[in-house]
């Protein structure tokens, strides 16, 4: 059983532009594992990917589900063309072969989602209608939250200045730095970090430049 910050009950805190791109199984796809539990190419994982132009996969499925975020460039299957800014939940025994013509950076999140009454869910954040939400200066895009299941899943943005009240999140919480700077206490966190704070943990988010980020909270309970 392989293991790469596999203790949920801790606090992570990656900077993943200052990690190395490794291999993966495919030709001309890279990737810089985040965490990792289970077998080294079956197990429950989330990476960064990056597809260098005209790379692809084969046709496969998913077992437990996939979570796609496109972070730069243009990704695409059999099923569509999705730019970047594009939210992608494959459920349980979704098939497709995906590819890169021009090349993408995604972040992706591996057997994470089993049950077969999940839906397949994609949503544009580009065109998608953001929601205004307190404080002032924080705007909310929901990207999965499915009744029956507890994880919930969405963007948030911070414009310049915009401090948030220090709260706890339970079931955990996962936050990845899309654009701008998050500020947390005594750390501040560049674009291309990737945080993971455990049930039950507290914080006091602020951005003093603005900033985008992906939030998923509620999916650590029991790991």
């Known amino acids: 059983m392989a293991e790469l910050n596999a203790d949920f ?30 077998g080294a190419e079956s197990g ?12 692809r ?64 869910h994609v949503v544009d954040s580009n065109t998608a ?10 705007e909310v895009l929901p990207l999965y939250d499915e009744s029956g299941h507890r994880e919930s899943i969405r963007l948030v943005r911070l414009a310049p200045g915009t401090r948030v009240a220090e709260h706890d999140h339970p079931g955990g919480e996962e936050v990845y730095v899309i654009a701008g700077t998050l500020t947390d206490g005594q750390n501040t966190y560049q674009q291309g970090s990737w945080l993971r704070f455990p049930d039950g943990s507290r914080h006091q988010p602020h951005s003093d430049e603005g900033c985008t980020l992906y939030v998923k909270t509620g999916h650590l309970w029991d790991l």
């Open 44 to 55: 429950r994982v989330t990476s960064i990917v990056r597809y260098d132009p005209g790379s």
């Open 9 to 38: 009950s801790k606090p992570v805190a990656l900077r993943t532009a200052a990690m190395d791109w490794q291999p993966s199984p495919g030709a001309g796809v890279w990737r810089k594992r985040l965490e990792l539990r289970g």
């Open 129 to 138: 209608a953001w929601q205004q939400s307190d404080p002032p200066g924080r």
């Open 57 to 120: 996969f084969p046709p496969h499925e998913h077992p437990d589900g996939e979570e796609i975020l496109v972070l730069e460039g243009v990704f695409a299957d059999e099923h569509g063309t999705y730019p970047a800014g594009t939210y992608l939940l494959n459920p349980e025994g979704f098939r497709h072969a995906p590819r890169s013509d021009e090349g993408c950076v995604l972040l992706v999140k591996l057997r994470q989602y089993p049950g077969s009454d999940r839906r397949h």
